[in-house]
């Protein structure tokens, strides 16, 4: 079992900046690909940004990029994602997930790739 913690959620004015971070306990971290989803009321759940268990490969979903950034630190178990000139459509509740990785630059988009999920963090961005 892997426990996923996310953190650092809360409320920006658009154009601000926040940053993310999802605590992993468990099992051993660099053995997981992890992800980000965010899911909006009323929306479904959707892919934001993904990265290998060995941190050499990531992924921003294509309206995001430049904006979003994922990365992870190993020796601290965690994964973050930056978020930068955030606007009020940037407000869901986002989640962390992570999977075994097959190999050390996979890296997995779909919600059902992943076995694992945290709690999710609110992220509101006023206008």
């Known amino acids: 079992q892997v426990q996923l913690v996310e953190s650092g959620g809360g409320l920006v004015q658009a154009g601000g900046s926040l940053r993310l971070s999802c605590a992993a306990s468990g099992r051993t971290f660099s053995n997981y690909a992890t992800g980000w989803f965010r899911q909006a009321a009323g929306k479904e759940r959707e892919f934001v940004a993904a990265?290998?268990?060995?941190?050499?490969?990531?992924t921003v979903t294509n309206s995001m990029k430049g904006r979003f950034t994922i990365s992870r630190d190993n020796a601290k178990n965690t994964v973050y994602l930056q978020m930068n000139s955030l606007d009020p459509e940037d407000t869901a509740v986002y989640y962390c997930?992570?999977?075994?990785?097959?190999?050390?630059?996979?890296?997995?988009?779909?919600?059902?790739?992943?076995?694992?999920w945290g709690q999710g963090t609110q992220v509101t961005v006023s206008s």
């Open positions: 990265i290998s268990r060995n941190g050499g490969i990531s």
């Open positions: 997930a992570a999977r075994r990785g097959e190999y050390n630059f996979s890296t997995y988009k779909a919600i059902y790739d992943y076995d694992y």
